[in-house]
């Protein structure tokens, strides 16, 4: 396993354990900075995979300045050359289903639950991550965000791999015990 890949399930296996410790709260400050810190903890695992397929398509012959360009989140024109330059961000919507297309040739089905399920923990994340108010986070939308970022990487390792997403069994369960 690639460092990122192990680096992808670490994050991830905390963002669940922090769930479970905001469920084993009451209520009150405790409870909110777990959830949120599962939240956000989730994405950046979401992240980390999402860049875990795209270093696995390095140094393929057979993709274009563009499509790297999406892969590394690269700009690809600089002083009038197709070339990778500097730091170009893209919508993590984009890139899932830049990968899923290019690399299985189906296009998302986004009228799928997980593609809904997945957009929604998109918007709370940026609520929590760019506020304009306070933004109330609550076990139920956290617990869906993790399952539908789960099912999102199940769903390309299952389009790409042509394999289930290892860790995807073990569901919102935890192996960390701190």
């Known amino acids: 396993m ?5 680096f992808a399930v670490s994050l991830l296996e905390q963002a ?6 905001a469920s084993a709260e009451s209520e ?4 909110g900075a777990y959830l949120r810190a599962s939240l956000l903890l989730g994405f950046c695992s979401f992240e980390a995979h999402i ?8 140094g ?6 563009h499509e790297c360009g999406i892969l590394f989140e690269k700009d690809v024109l600089e002083d009038g050359d197709f070339v990778l330059g500097g730091l170009r961000m893209y919508r993590m919507e984009d890139r899932i289903s830049f990968l899923h297309k ?5 296009t998302i089905d986004k009228t799928s639950t997980w593609w809904s399920d997945l957009n929604a923990a998109i918007d709370l994340r940026n609520k929590l991550s760019h506020p304009k108010q306070a933004q109330a986070i609550t076990p139920p939308s956290v617990e869906k965000a993790l399952r539908s970022i ?3 990487i199940d769903a390309l390792y299952q389009a790409i791999y042509k394999r289930k997403f290892p860790i995807a069994s073990l569901g919102l369960q935890s192996s960390l015990t701190f």
């Open 102 to 106: 290019r690399f299985s040739g189906a």
């Open 2 to 6: 690639a460092d990122i890949d192990a």
């Open 16 to 21: 669940k354990r922090f769930y479970e410790k």
């Open 60 to 65: 393929r012959s057979d993709l274009s300045s």
């Open 150 to 152: 789960i099912t999102a």
């Open 28 to 31: 009150g400050t405790a409870k």
């Open 51 to 58: 860049n875990a397929v795209a270093e696995d398509f390095v």
